[in-house]
């Protein structure tokens, strides 16, 4: 019991890395030991929450392995995010629908269970190779067809590859951004940015202070997955030209968790040099893709990122 209140003791809250989610109506901010998610009710109001985060490579040591992290770490984000957006779509929407009439009624638990995250986690990533793997596959298989030049390059071939990749993923960026409500969701992107901006500026967390910073942060999650792509290029060069399609595909959703967890630590050295070439080459084109997946907040929308990260940040403060 004294091993495990020691861990937990270990913050030191001036050094405190922090990152977020936008969600609907709402911010989640993650500490290293708490999560905090603020959420704009329908009356206008603010609804805070806290939970406490226990990493998976923290409780499981081989999760924490260099190179295993990067991909249980995505993992684990993804399940607490789904978490999360499940929460805050019941209490940004808790006055519609004639709940206002039925207040006093028990309310049903807002967390997913198991096999509902799994659904959505096997739906997305079913989803996610059709359109980011089969599709930019297909399409360079038929090209290298045609053209001499890329069935005789692998790595040509793995370029084709992946430029056909990344124009899908920003044009489905982008069509999504035009959406009504995707666009909110967007500025509350803007808003968890321009927060943790501000607190890493070490500048009050006030909404005249933060609305001074940009919406776009290099450890976005939008720069790891654009990252993702580039070494993928690298990485799927290796296989040959005289593979199967089929077993093509095979390999490159193989080589997905090999892909994530190499991207994963060469973001996090680089990050400790975020002035280096190489970081700015990795983390470029993720800044250029947050032009479309993060907008301007609102003053209100700011109010909503700082709650989260204050509930955060008074909660780690608190296990020092």
């Keep these: 019991m004294a091993k495990r209140r020691k861990q937990r003791n270990t913050t030191n809250n001036s050094d405190l890395l922090v990152g977020g989610q936008a969600l609907i109506e709402g911010v989640m901010m993650k500490g290293n030991n708490w999560l905090g998610i603020a959420v704009r009710k ?38 607490i995010g789904i978490q999360a957006l499940t929460y805050s779509a019941e209490e940004a929407a808790e006055e519609d629908d004639g709940q206002k ?86 500025q509350y992107h803007g808003a968890e940015h321009n927060a943790v901006y501000c607190y890493e500026a070490k500048k009050a967390l006030t909404v005249k202070n933060v609305k001074k910073y940009a919406t776009e942060h290099p450890r976005c999650g939008t720069s790891f997955v654009l990252g993702v792509l580039i070494i993928s290029i690298i990485i799927y060069s290796l296989i040959p030209m005289d593979t199967t399609f089929l077993m093509k595909l095979f390999l490159r959703i193989l080589l997905l968790p090999v892909i994530a967890g190499i991207s994963y630590e060469i973001l996090r050295l680089t990050a400790k040099h975020q002035h280096s070439i190489v970081f700015r080459f990795l983390t470029a084109p993720g800044l250029w893709t947050q032009k479309i997946t993060t907008k301007k907040p609102d003053a209100k929308q700011i109010e909503v990122s700082i709650s989260a990260l204050n509930a955060v940040l008074r909660k780690e403060k608190a296990a020092i």
């Design 101 to 186: 009439k039925e207040r006093n009624k028990p309310k049903k638990k807002a967390e997913m269970a198991w096999w509902q995250i799994a659904f959505v986690l096997i739906f997305s990533f079913g989803f996610a190779i059709l359109l980011f793997k089969f599709v930019p596959l297909f399409t360079a298989q038929v090209l290298s067809d045609r053209v001499a030049a890329i069935k005789n390059s692998s790595f040509l071939f793995s370029i084709v590859d992946g430029i056909i990749k990344i124009g899908l993923f920003t044009l489905y960026v982008y069509l999504i951004s035009l959406l009504k409500d995707v666009r909110r969701v967007f």
């Design 42 to 79: 329908q009356d206008g109001s603010l609804k805070v929450r806290t939970k406490r985060f226990v990493a998976w490579k923290t409780r499981f040591g081989l999760f924490g392995w260099p190179f295993a992290r990067g991909f249980i770490n995505l993992l684990q984000m993804m399940i």
